[in-house]
C-alpha cells in the first residue's frame, strides 16, 4: 500500500448531490495525503541526519577513531608510548600507527615569522585534510589561537574521525647555530619559555602580548585530549652538535623527575633530556601525558655510514635512545626522524642499504628504515615524521628508485607519497607524516639560494627550479600582480616565409612565469628559437638563430614536442654553486653556449669503496611539451609550452631567463668560483628565429614591481592515491 495516492480524479468534478459525501471524502484523502507527505519528509531527514551522523562517527570509513583517554599513574593519557610500540586510545581500541601531515606557518607571499594564516585558512585546510582521511597533523611551532579553535571546533564536529595533533617547538633563536652552544643561557632559557607557553596554548591557557616573529593573543581552546604527542627541536646541524659537545664535555647527567639521560649520553644528548623534562613538567602540571621526542634526520642519527661521502652528514650521533622516560612519565617517548629518499648520499653509496628487497624489488630508503627500527628495537618505537618528493621542475639531489629531490610531476610526486607510506606502516613503525600540507614560497635550497638575489625577497615569488617550495599535497598556484596581457609586437602585412608568418606576440607575467602568446599566419613546423635579452650580459647570437644577441634562448622542435633551454657561457649558473667544474664533467660549451642545468651533486671519493662519483646536473631546461590548465588532458604542472593550431602558448620560469628577483627587477650577473651579483633591468628583450632564419626582434617583455601576491590553492592530481594510502594505513574505507 503506497503512502498516498495522486491518481484520484478531482473532488470538484462530482455530482451536486453528492456534495457532502464528496466534501468528507475530500478531507479524508487530503489527510492522508499529508500524513504521507509528514512521513516521507520525517523518514527522509532521519537517513540524511543518520548519514551526517555516521559520516561524523566515522561509521562510513571504517572504525571510530574518537578519542578514550585513559588514567595512567595518576595521569590522563590518549596515547602512550613505550619499548613495545605507540598506542593512541580511540573508541575503537589502541591504535598503533599514527598517519599524519606536516602543516607549515606560512601562506605565499609571507615569512613564516609573518603569521600570516587566517581562521578561514584554518578551518578550509582541516575540512580538506578530512578529505583525504588524515589523521594527525604535525605543527613546528606554537600557531596562533585560530589554529586551535579550528582544530577543536573540527574535532567537535567530527567526533569519530577527529584529526590528532603532534605539536612541535622550534628552537626560537639561532643563537644555537650562531654561537655553537645549545648551552648557551639565552638560547636556552628562550627555548624553556617556548616550551611551558606551547603547552599553555595546548591547553588553551596561554595569553601572549604581541611580539615580532611570534604567535601572540589569547589560547581559550583546550585541545590536549586530541593532542597524540610532541616533538620538540630541530634538524640538529652538525657542526652546532660537534661544537655543543666539545664545550660542555662536563655538563652534569640530566635526572628530571620525567626524563633522564643515560650515562652514554652526549652533551647535547643532555640538553635535550633537560628540555624534555621541562615540557613534560608543564604537561604534568595539567594532569596529563603523552609520548615526547625530538626531531632528527640522517646527518645527526646514531648510525654509522661508512660510505658517505661527505665527511659532515656522518660527523655527529644524536641518539633518541639516550633519552629516557622515567617511570613518572608513562606517555613514554619515541623517535622521530625526517628521512627523504634522496638525501644523503649513503642512501645510494652504502653497500649494506643496496639489498634490501621490498615488493620484490631492491629498495635502500626502506633498508635505511629497517635500520633505524632496528638500532631503536626493544627501546622505543620510531616514527618518519617528515617523507616526500617534491613536484617542481628542478631537482636539487639523485633519489632512489626515482625519487629525486624535484623533477616530478604532480601525479608521480603523489604516487611517490602514497607509496612512501604505506612502506613506512607495512615496515611497522609507529606513524608517517607526509611533508607537507601546502607548497610554501619562502623555502630555499643549496642549489638555488645563490642565484636568488637579493633572497631575503624570495617569498615573494614562487620559483619552479627551487624544489623545497613544491612538496605540497595542496598546490598555491600565483595569479599575477599586474600589469595585463599586452601586446608587445603586432604585424599586420602579408604573411612571409619564416618568422615574417609571426603576426602577434602578448605577453605578461605572474609570480613563477613569463607568459608569451605568439599567434602566427600559418601553423609553423621545424625550430623556433625564442631569444631572451636581460641586458645583464654581452652575448653572441642563440644557437640556431641570425646574429643578434641574447642572453638566454629556447630552442623548440615543433615537430617532435621537444625542447631545451640554453644559456649564454657566461651566464652560467652552475660554477655559482660549484667551482671549478671538473674538465669532462659535462659536454664543452656549444659556440658559448650550454644547455641550462642545475648542479645536483659534486664529485665525490667513496671512503670505503673508493669510487669516483661523477658531478651531476639535472637538465632544468627541459622544455616538455603540454598543458598547464589543471583537469584539461595533456595538463602536467611541468609543461612549458604548445601549440594549437597557429597559436604557440609558452611560459618561462623566471630563472630560466635569468632572472634573481622579478619583484624587484633583479637579474642574475655569476662572477664565477661561487660568487654572484645581480643588476636591475627594466625588462626582458624577446626574439623570435625560425629554421635557423633571420632573427626578428619582437618587443620587451615589461611588468610592475609588486611587494605582495596573489595565488590559489587546489589539491594536486593523484590525490587519489594519497587518499587511499591513508585509509589503508589506518583501517578505513575509502
Do not use: C
Not at 504521507?36 to 543518520?50: D, F, H, P, R, Y
Not at 639516550?322 to 626522524?337: D, I, K
Not at 607537507?436 to 635550497?445: A, I, Q
Amino acid at each position: 500500500m503506497s503512502w498516498f495516492n495522486l491518481s484520484q480524479p478531482d473532488a470538484g468534478r462530482r455530482e451536486p448531490e453528492g456534495a457532502a459525501a464528496a466534501a468528507t471524502a475530500r478531507r479524508r484523502r487530503s489527510r492522508r495525503i499529508w500524513l504521507g507527505v509528514t512521513l516521507a519528509v520525517l523518514l527522509t531527514a532521519l537517513i540524511a541526519g543518520m548519514a551526517a551522523w555516521r559520516a561524523r562517527q566515522g561509521h562510513d570509513a571504517g572504525p571510530s577513531w574518537a578519542p578514550r583517554p585513559r588514567e595512567v599513574g595518576g595521569l590522563r593519557a590518549i596515547a602512550t608510548s613505550s619499548t613495545t610500540g605507540y598506542s593512541l586510545y580511540t573508541a575503537h581500541g589502541p591504535v598503533g600507527f599514527l598517519p599524519g601531515v606536516d602543516l607549515g606557518a606560512t601562506t605565499p607571499g609571507r615569512q613564516p615569522g609573518e603569521l600570516a594564516i587566517t581562521a578561514g585558512d584554518y578551518r578550509r585546510w582541516l575540512n580538506e585534510m578530512g578529505w583525504f582521511g588524515i589523521r594527525a597533523v604535525r605543527i613546528y611551532t606554537i600557531h596562533p589561537p585560530a589554529f586551535y579553535n579550528s582544530l577543536a571546533a573540527y574535532d567537535r564536529a567530527h567526533p569519530g574521525a577527529p584529526i590528532y595533533l603532534v605539536q612541535g617547538v622550534y628552537l626560537p633563536n639561532d643563537i644555537y647555530l650562531q654561537k655553537g652552544d645549545l648551552y648557551d643561557p639565552v638560547a636556552t632559557a628562550t627555548f624553556r619559555q617556548e616550551l611551558r607557553d606551547a603547552s599553555a596554548a595546548v591547553h588553551g591557557t596561554l595569553v601572549r602580548a604581541p611580539r615580532r616573529g611570534r604567535a601572540s593573543g589569547r589560547w581559550t581552546a583546550d585541545v590536549s585530549q586530541w593532542t597524540a604527542g610532541w616533538i620538540i627541536g630541530v634538524e640538529w646541524d652538525p657542526a652546532a652538535v660537534a661544537s655543543t659537545d666539545r664545550r660542555n664535555r662536563d655538563a652534569p647527567a640530566v635526572i628530571g623527575r620525567y626524563f633522564r639521560s643515560t650515562p652514554t649520553a652526549t652533551p647535547t644528548e643532555r640538553w635535550i633530556a633537560a628540555r624534555m623534562n621541562d615540557i613534560a613538567a608543564a604537561e604534568a602540571s595539567s594532569g596529563w601525558t603523552v609520548p615526547i621526542a625530538f626531531a632528527n634526520w640522517p646527518a645527526a642519527d646514531p648510525l654509522h655510514h661508512p660510505n658517505e661521502p661527505n665527511p659532515r652528514e656522518d660527523s655527529v650521533a644524536v641518539d633518541a635512545d639516550h633519552v629516557l622516560p622515567t617511570p613518572n612519565w608513562p606517555g613514554g617517548t619515541f623517535a622521530s626522524y625526517h628521512v627523504y629518499p634522496y638525501y644523503p648520499d649513503f642512501l645510494r653509496y652504502q653497500p649494506s642499504l643496496q639489498h634490501f628487497m621490498v615488493d620484490g624489488h631492491l629498495d635502500p630508503y626502506a633498508a635505511y628504515l629497517r635500520a633505524l627500527q632496528l638500532h631503536h628495537r626493544g627501546v622505543m618505537p620510531v616514527m618518519i615524521t617528515e617523507f616526500g618528493v617534491p613536484s617542481s621542475l628542478g631537482s636539487a639531489h639523485t633519489g632512489t628508485l626515482g625519487r629525486s629531490q624535484g623533477d616530478h610531476p604532480e601525479r608521480d610526486a603523489m604516487q611517490a607519497d602514497a607509496q612512501m607510506l604505506r612502506e613506512i606502516h607495512d615496515l611497522g613503525l609507529a606513524g608517517g607524516f607526509i611533508f607537507e600540507w601546502t607548497d610554501e614560497w619562502y623555502k630555499k635550497t643549496w642549489n638555488t639560494q645563490l642565484h636568488q638575489l637579493p633572497l631575503e625577497r624570495v617569498e615573494l615569488w614562487h620559483d619552479p627550479f627551487t624544489n623545497e617550495q613544491y612538496f605540497g599535497l595542496v598546490a598555491t598556484d600565483p595569479l599575477g600582480t599586474g600589469p595585463a596581457p599586452a601586446v608587445i609586437y603586432r604585424n599586420a602585412a602579408a604573411p612571409a616565409a619564416g618568422a615574417g608568418d609571426i603576426r602577434e606576440v602578448t605577453a605578461w607575467t605572474d609570480e613563477s612565469y613569463i607568459h608569451l602568446a605568439v599567434r602566427f599566419a600559418r601553423s609553423p613546423t621545424g625550430t623556433l628559437t625564442v631569444g631572451l635579452d636581460t641586458g645583464a650580459g654581452i652575448t653572441g647570437p642563440p644557437p640556431g638563430s641570425g646574429d643578434r644577441d641574447a642572453d638566454y634562448a629556447l630552442v623548440l622542435d615543433l615537430a617532435r614536442r621537444t625542447g631545451q633551454a640554453w644559456v649564454a657561457d657566461r651566464l652560467d649558473p652552475d660554477p655559482i654553486d660549484y667551482a671549478p667544474i671538473p674538465a669532462g664533467a659535462r659536454p664543452a660549451a656549444q659556440g658559448g653556449w650550454r644547455p641550462l642545468e642545475l648542479v645536483t651533486d659534486k664529485p665525490w671519493l667513496l671512503p670505503v669503496t673508493h669510487r669516483q662519483t661523477a658531478m651531476e646536473f639535472n637538465d632544468a631546461g627541459l622544455l616538455r611539451y603540454g598543458y598547464w590548465t589543471p583537469g584539461r588532458p595533456g595538463y602536467s604542472n611541468l609543461a612549458l609550452w604548445h601549440l594549437d593550431g597557429t597559436a604557440l602558448s609558452l611560459r618561462i620560469p623566471w630563472a630560466m631567463a635569468g632572472i634573481s628577483d622579478p619583484s624587484s627587477h633583479q637579474a642574475l650577473v655569476p662572477l664565477g668560483m661561487g660568487r654572484a651579483t645581480s643588476v636591475t633591468i627594466k625588462g626582458i628583450g624577446i626574439t623570435i628565429a625560425s629554421d635557423g632564419g633571420p632573427v626578428q626582434a619582437v618587443g620587451t617583455v615589461r611588468w610592475h614591481d609588486w611587494q605582495s601576491v596573489r595565488y590559489r590553492e587546489r589539491i594536486k592530481p593523484g590525490a587519489a592515491a594519497v587518499r587511499s594510502a591513508f585509509a589503508a594505513v589506518s583501517g578505513t574505507r575509502r
